[in-house]
């Protein structure tokens, strides 16, 4: 098993950045790819950004050239820094890990709300 737990949400405006962080405990071995995805009210959960143990990144067209995500394997830590906020990122960011056979595991939710 592995246990995700979120920091780093909150409150901005519009323009503004926050970080996201996200610790894994537990079965951390078996941890291939880790990354985030949001939900919106009344929307399905999508992907924001992805990360491999190797350090591949993979990014949602809606937050390319906005959002950063990276990985500190030693501290079995990912953090997705969001850059020039809009409206539109406004949900609760979960974060997820893939472990053995493509088993996914979640954190509870953070969340982010951007106001204009």
């Known amino acids: 098993q592995v246990q995700l737990v979120e920091s780093g949400g909150g409150l901005v405006q519009v323009g503004g950045s926050l970080r996201l962080s996200c610790a894994a405990s537990?079965?951390?071995?078996?941890?291939?790819?880790m990354g985030w995805y949001r939900q919106a009210p009344g929307n399905e959960r999508e992907l924001v950004a992805t990360i491999t143990r190797r350090g591949t990144t993979k990014y949602a067209d809606s937050v390319k050239g906005r959002f950063t995500i990276s990985r500190d394997n030693a501290q079995n830590t990912v953090y997705l820094q969001m850059n020039s906020l809009k409206p539109e990122d406004t949900a609760v960011y979960y974060c997820?890990?893939?472990?053995?056979?493509?088993?996914?595991?979640w954190g509870q939710g953070t969340r982010v709300t951007v106001s204009s």
């Open positions: 537990g079965s951390i071995f078996s941890i291939n790819a």
């Open positions: 997820n890990a893939e472990g053995f056979l493509r088993v996914q595991y």
